[in-house]
């Protein structure tokens, strides 16, 4: 018997990612793929896509069964040795709960979507790349939901976060995100989440989240984090090649992916402000600033993105340059609504100590002294006088984006940045040119946005008050809720704390 | 209005309209140079309510609790309403000056921008 | 001009035989340590030969193994069984 050769890499690629399809021949090609033409991108090729990684489902299977392996035995480790008690302090875990609710749900919905991108994309070679990505996703959100659960079992606000993220206010920004990619055409689907959020922006959620995690004691974030990352670098380059493949495959492509690319880069950049948030307020250990890491990861690796992707004609995307004048003050922008909003948001928030206050000033030179030490202190100052800051009424919310409207103007941070458009005698309010410029482009779309707050004021959130609408969140009143100070959590550790302490003293 | 539907001729919902608001109408609220508050405050209120109504029962609860808030001279108050000057008359309604579904009043206190001149 | 490329490993013991060999193949390759994980950017090319990560293993190394101890990477990519190379052109 003659021994079999072993095959290349490229050749296995193309005899496992070819001619495995069919032209139909009682229904037509239009009826049996329905999705890939009305958003006017020209394919005329597609078997002129190739995975760089040239992955096959064979390959995938072997490698995504030994990650999995590493990661279950981390997970029994850290339920069997009580890692929660590891972590630095327990306000770090409000980092997770924000995750949990806002980043997993994300992680569901973009299984779902990849699956049927891959039924519905009519090259084979992009179906099975899109196809590996809908499994990794679902992967991502168990993985996320098993290592999760541990501090479930510990904290507060991790108990019902499907619930809550198609419900609670500031959860509407992220879905509302996803819902917009996912009723869009396949190759916006793509461009949005492939490329624009996995290519471009998702290192700044991922990796100082995940590095933060592990210098902060967090165990279970680092593994399930990075165990997901490797997978990232696969999505990640599935964005750029779907990229180089729509621009190479027709000029008339061009437009649209520009306008694309200006769209889901603004969406991604205003959604990241969050992590803007956690990475400057809510560590404990910092790792690197937001202003650092938007440096590192968008205007470092970012421009030499575009640098390379300048010879099809793409520029980078429209408003970075409003992304780079704000660095300074988002994410103290965004600590603002979330300590404005403590009693209606399934985390805590806090007073900030004078330590972590030198570290933003260092960080923070241009800003942080004039702007935000003074508010910060203002807080601090009613917190101890018994009269914690609360804003009892509702915010004003962008119609697109969905965040309340705290941004300020690009050349001005004392001032809101208050854009509108009026459009059949109805006023729509935007927080931004980047969001104002989205909802001009489709309004029809954007008319349907389910804002949290005029929800509330049109009856449909559980009920008047305050009260009724976080029971209709699911929220535990007190627990949940209000600032960490005085919170069960906070009981819960430094119990926990001085047992340490006496155990240390036997010793 | 235009999208890129699959459908021809797809029209969305307007979700927002007055209509929805059960007899209201909103209105939105800021007190510039004080950010201490991260956003415009957003409010249903009934369109024949004096403008009055807004200084004295609306905006006191939610920002009294600032140190500058008592210390306003409401007579040099400087008002905009959808971005232009604007001169509220506090005996008529909302609807009798042009304050409409989703109007943005924004009003500047003279000589006020919180502690240490920090807009907060 | 000149654009970095950049791959960022976890800091495993999987994972440094790979580090070890980018250092030595690519002399203008620039190591960033962070907490777990490594950071290397190189100016416009860099590659990872599968010979050199299997000396030091001292077995076969796949160049698809690197799907394990990736976390995330910047410029275009063009892997064989021979090595891996990102590039920007």
Known sequence: MPATKKLGLKQKYALMTRGLDWETTYQPMEKVFPYDQFEGIKVKNWDAWEDPFRLTMDAYWKIQAEKERKLYAVIDSISQNNAQLGITDARYINAVKIFIQGVTPLEYQAHRHFAHVARHLRGVGPRIAAQMQSLDELRHAQTQIHTISHYNKFFDGMHDWQHMHDRVWYLSVPKSFFDDAVTAGPFEFLTAISFSFEYVLTNLLFVPFM?????????????????????????????????????????????????????????????????????????????????????????????????????????????????????????????????????AAAFHTWDIDDEHMRWLSEKYPK?????????????????????????????????????????????????????????????????????????????????????????????????????????????????????????PEQKMWDQWMAGRHVAQAAE | MSVVALKPGYKGEVLDRVENFHGNQLVYLHWE???????????????????????????????????????????????????????????????????????????????????????? | MTQNVSITLQN??????????????????????????????????????ADSVSKKIGRAWDTQEIHLSLITLSGNIDEDEGQFVLAWK
Request: glycine share 6%; with cysteine.
């Open chain 1, 211 to 343: 590095s933060g995690a592990a210098y902060n004691g967090d165990l279970a974030t680092v593994t399930f984090g990075f165990s997901a990352q490797s997978d990232e670098s696969r999505h990640m380059t599935l964005g750029l090649e779907v990229v180089k493949f729509i621009l190479e495959q027709d000029e008339a492509n061009l437009p649209i992916v520009q306008r694309w690319i200006d769209k889901w880069f603004w969406r991604g950049y205003r959604l990241l402000s969050l992590v803007g948030m956690m990475m400057d307020y809510m560590l404990p250990k910092k790792v690197m600033s937001w202003a650092e890491a938007w440096e590192m990861y968008y205007e470092e690796q970012g421009g030499a993105l575009f640098a390379d992707l300048g010879r099809y004609g793409i520029r980078p995307p429209k408003h970075e340059d409003v992304a780079r004048k704000e660095k300074d003050r988002i994410s103290h922008e965004v600590w603002a609504i979330f300590y404005n909003y403590t009693h």
């Open chain 1, 367 to 487: 800003t942080f002294d004039q702007l935000y030490r003074p508010r910060l202190l203002m807080w601090r100052d009613m917190a101890r006088a018994g009269k914690r800051f609360y804003n009892n009424a509702l915010p004003q919310l962008c119609n697109l984006c969905q965040i309340p409207m705290a941004f300020t103007e690009p050349d001005d941070p004392t001032t809101i940045c208050f854009r509108s458009s009026e459009l059949g005698g109805d006023r729509y309010h935007f927080c931004s040119d980047g969001c104002k410029e989205i909802f001009d482009q489709e309004p029809e779309k954007f008319v349907q946005s389910w804002l949290p707050v005029h929800q509330i004021f049109q009856g449909n959130c559980g009920g008047a008050s305050v009260e009724d609408v976080l029971k209709w969140y699911h929220l535990n009143l007190g627990a949940d809720n209000l600032d960490y100070a005085g919170s």
């Open chain 2, 33 to 120: 140079d004080h950010l201490s508050f991260c956003a415009a405050l957003a409010f249903p209120l009934p369109p024949d309510m004096p403008f009055g109504a807004i200084l004295k029962d609306v905006l006191p609860p939610f920002y009294g609790m600032h140190p500058d808030w008592l210390k306003i001279d409401w007579s040099s108050v400087r008002w905009t309403l959808d971005g232009k000057p604007f001169t509220p008359d506090p005996g008529r309604a909302l609807r009798d000056q042009d304050i409409r579904h989703k109007s943005l009043l924004r009003f500047w206190t003279p000589g006020l921008k919180g502690p240490r001149d920090s807009c907060s």
């Open chain 3, 12 to 49: 495993t013991p999987d994972a440094r035989p790979i580090t070890e060999a980018i250092s030595e193949d690519n002399p203008k390759a620039v190591v960033a340590n962070y907490p777990s994980m490594i950071k290397i950017d190189c100016p416009n090319r860099l590659v990872i030969r």
